[in-house]
């Protein structure tokens, strides 16, 4: 239950600060993968490009949020960790997969990198 109360806190933050840089984030979208039917943590578009944020507690649903990121049509994929630990391992799984020629533009950041880019770089 640790791991989900982590994960819920991560994308609450999220979801805070994108509402206070102007855009208007959708959580838990919906999108078909296949045969599967998916839900992307959060989607919001900033500057007429979407941003699709993956909460990740392990890099065991990485190549999952890549799919996910291009049925949506992200711009960019940000995969958000809860430390420097997990980033490693998501980094290590990402070189062990196939990544598909037309992947979105991947980022991998801590929740306070993540935090720090949204109200650095995307200020309305």
């Not at 959708?26 to 900033?46: K, M, P, S, T």
């Not at 890099?59 to 291009?70: E, P, V, Y």
């Not at 940000?78 to 490693?88: M, Q, S």
Request: charged content about 25%; overall charge positive.
């Amino acid at each position: 239950m640790k791991g989900k109360h982590i994960h819920e806190n991560m994308l609450n933050k999220l979801n805070t600060v994108l509402t206070a840089i102007g855009t208007q984030p959708e959580q838990q979208v919906q999108v078909q993968v296949g045969e599967r039917r998916c839900y992307a943590d959060l989607v919001a578009e900033l500057g007429g490009r979407r941003l699709v944020i993956e909460a990740e507690m392990s890099s065991q649903r990485i190549d999952g949020d890549l799919q996910k990121a291009l049925a949506l049509q992200a711009t960019w994929l940000w995969i958000v960790v809860p430390n420097n630990r997990v980033k490693r391992s998501v980094r290590a799984k990402l070189r062990r997969l196939n990544v598909p020629e037309q992947p979105p533009h991947l980022a991998i950041y801590t929740i306070s990198q993540a935090v720090q880019r949204l109200t650095s770089d995307f200020r309305c």
